[in-house]
């Protein structure tokens, strides 16, 4: 956060999971290097879908999931502008995501076994 307390460039309110280019320094990655920031919630999932999704979109992450650590659904956020993502998808477990920028990522919920 800048001194007036706004995101700014390398501002991440602590994800769970960042998956980024490489950076001369890992514990600055600019929102511009950021491939996907997850979220894997159970008392945040409120917080998570709400003001820091916004924040996230501010900052111009351009892919960002909630995980509902209880059900295992996941609610991906894309398309940042002007603070708010245009496209929000909630997909069930058994569907599979695959992040935008790393597609050899992709994973199922419901194949970790997490029950």
Known sequence: MNSAGAPDEVT???PDILI???????????ASDVLLAIEVAVSSLTYDTGRKSQVY?????????VVNAVTLTARIHRE????????VVELPRT?????LPVASLAVRLADLKLE
């Open 12 to 14: 991440y309110l602590e």
């Open 20 to 30: 980024y280019r490489r950076v001369p320094e890992p514990s600055r990655v600019p």
């Open 57 to 65: 979109a501010a900052l111009g992450v351009a892919d960002y999931w």
């Open 80 to 87: 940042p502008l002007a603070g708010r993502y245009r496209s």
């Open 95 to 99: 569907e599979t995501l695959m992040p």
